[in-house]
């Protein structure tokens, strides 16, 4: 085989590689019109030194996306920046609704240092799974949630936390939620 032959071969995979990742969208909060990519529901959401800043005295959340989306993997930093009276959160939402008023919630609660998975349907939230875990209060920490089919998984800093399986939303876009505190997100890739 030629020189030539592996530079193909080497072309070919990279081009393989690209297309993967064609359908992939990160969010580095560099400039501020990617604000405009997100819907706040509730609270405050804006571009704050250079990551994406979340805040409100009860539930503040933003969405994104598509609505039709079904399966899929959201990594992100995240960071909780100013507790309130009581809660200390982040969450990362999936399958939601173009209202807010559905989704998934996987939340990170350090004032009671669990993780806990939520269902929010039409409004009434449904607590799911809590898991007592050690959650960072103040330096960033790595997110990841995968939703496939009814099967969704949460990860903290790269270790599986907890697993739930539910029918009850099949699509959705993604997206963040705090709820009586302030929390950032950064690097948000779908």
């Known amino acids: 085989m030629g020189k030539h032959h592996f530079v193909r071969i080497g072309s070919v995979l990279v081009l393989f590689a690209l297309a993967i990742r064609c359908d992939a969208l990160l969010w580095d909060f560099n400039k501020k019109a990617q604000e405009n990519d997100w819907k706040v529901i509730s609270g405050t959401g804006e571009i704050d030194k250079g990551a994406y800043k979340i805040s409100h005295n009860a539930e503040g959340l933003v969405i994104a ?9 959201i990594t992100c930093k995240a960071r909780l920046t100013k507790a309130g009276d009581t809660f200390n959160n982040i969450a990362i939402c999936v399958r939601a609704s ?26 009434k939230y449904t607590e799911i799974k809590a898991v007592p875990m050690e959650i960072d209060t103040k330096d960033w920490f790595q997110l ?20 739930i399986k539910d029918k009850g939303l ?3 876009k993604v997206g963040a939620r705090v709820y009586g505190s302030t929390a ?7």
């Not at 996306?65 to 993997?73: A, F």
């Open 170 to 172: 099949r699509i959705g």
């Open 98 to 123: 173009d209202d807010g008023q559905s989704e998934y919630i996987f939340m990170l609660e350090g004032s009671r240092q669990q993780a806990e998975w939520w269902s929010k349907i039409g409004g």
């Open 144 to 163: 990841k949630i995968i939703a496939r089919g009814n099967t969704f998984e949460g990860y903290y800093d790269g270790l599986f936390v907890a697993e």
């Open 184 to 190: 950032h997100i950064d690097d948000f890739d779908v």
């Open 65 to 73: 996306g598509e609505s039709n989306w079904t399966d899929y993997t």
